[in-house]
């Protein structure tokens, strides 16, 4: 989409002495505008029937506020650097495709895109993500694709909340008497890698280990996906729970995630999801089993060595083995 954002406003005649504004998707629930004024600086234009807050700029982007003839009022983006037109368009997209499916109220909808603005005040102050790397693109894949399932086990608003491997956990989700810990694999894979000791430690908590094949398909299958085709499938799934949707997309930004047209590729597609129970004699490394002084510990699991540990993954119940 940046790039259909970046030919749109190419599109867009500079008046000498006026600003130009066109508007972006008649079918948004949103008024967004794409423009640009006589010196021909890149504008976003979000018309909304409520008062938007003074907010202060960010860096390299100007942002106005004022009140319209016909009552309304106006939140104004402007780029003034054009180096920086990537990143504004990554900002633009963001704030428009995240926006499309809140499922709010238009004179409920400034507050979400003001949270959005403020997460993306974070990341331009932490510096703008780096691309993810392919096994960072394809872990990410893994934990969405887990989230979905636990959707249907826990419940969209509880399962959003469990997410917590990007904000650091021992495990990418958690909730309060059970976690989950999700690695992808190549076809063929017969091992997985467990970063640290904590990974497949547990404690109150019953723990699931998630292993996901995911292959590369030909684009456009009926099984084929993308991580940005995963996210807009949550952001669907979220369109009618305004609050699962916020922690949702903060836990995203925090994964690193910004929508970027490189992330509509690889296109993959699910070809094995298996669910271990983790206790007992599962074959792993924990703290108690390494000398004091001894952190991370990172080590190879064979596959064929958890074998009956599996579960029927197809029930969903994520239940220990008897």
């Known amino acids: 989409m940046a790039n259909r954002l970046n030919d749109r406003w190419d599109a867009i ?3 000498p002495l006026h600003a130009v504004f ?3 998707d008649a079918s948004h629930t949103l008024d967004f505008y794409l423009g ?3 010196e021909k600086h890149r504008l976003l234009l979000l018309v909304t029937p409520e008062e938007p807050p ?3 700029d960010m860096r390299a982007i100007r942002i106005k506020s004022f009140k319209r003839d016909d009552g309304k009022w106006s939140l104004l983006l402007v780029l003034d650097s054009a180096e920086l037109s990537p990143m504004f368009s990554m900002l633009c997209e963001d704030l428009i495709e995240s926006s499309k499916n809140t499922g709010l109220p238009a004179n409920q909808s400034l507050g979400y895109v003001l949270r959005r603005l403020s997460n993306w005040r974070q990341l331009l102050e932490r510096g703008l993500p780096d691309l993810l790397s392919e096994n960072e693109v394809r872990g990410l894949c893994g934990e969405l694709l887990t989230l979905k399932r636990l959707f249907i086990h826990l419940g969209s608003s509880d399962a959003v909340r469990a997410w917590v491997g990007p904000k ?7 909730t309060h008497n059970a976690a989950w810990e999700v690695k992808t694999i190549q076809p063929g894979a017969t091992s997985i890698t467990i970063s640290s000791e904590s990974q497949l430690q547990t404690t109150s908590r019953t723990l699931f280990l998630v292993v996901i094949e995911l292959a590369e398909s030909r684009h456009n299958t009926p099984d084929s996906f993308s991580l940005n085709t995963l996210v807009e499938d949550v952001r669907g799934l979220l369109s009618n729970d305004p609050d699962s949707s916020d922690i949702f997309e903060n836990t995203l930004s925090m994964a690193k995630y910004v929508s970027r047209s490189e992330y509509s590729m690889p296109s993959l597609s699910e070809r094995l999801f298996q669910v271990f129970s983790v206790y007992g004699d599962f074959p792993r490394i924990t703290g108690n089993q390494i000398a ?3 952190s991370h510990i990172k080590y190879e699991l064979s596959l064929n060595a958890c074998e009956k540990y599996r579960l029927d993954s197809t029930s969903l119940n994520f239940r220990r083995a008897p």
């Open 13 to 15: 005649a500079a008046d």
């Open 22 to 24: 066109q508007l972006f």
């Open 36 to 38: 640009k004024d006589n």
């Open 54 to 56: 003074a907010i202060r």
């Open 168 to 174: 650091g956990a021992d495990q990418d989700f958690q």
């Open 292 to 294: 004091i002084g001894l």
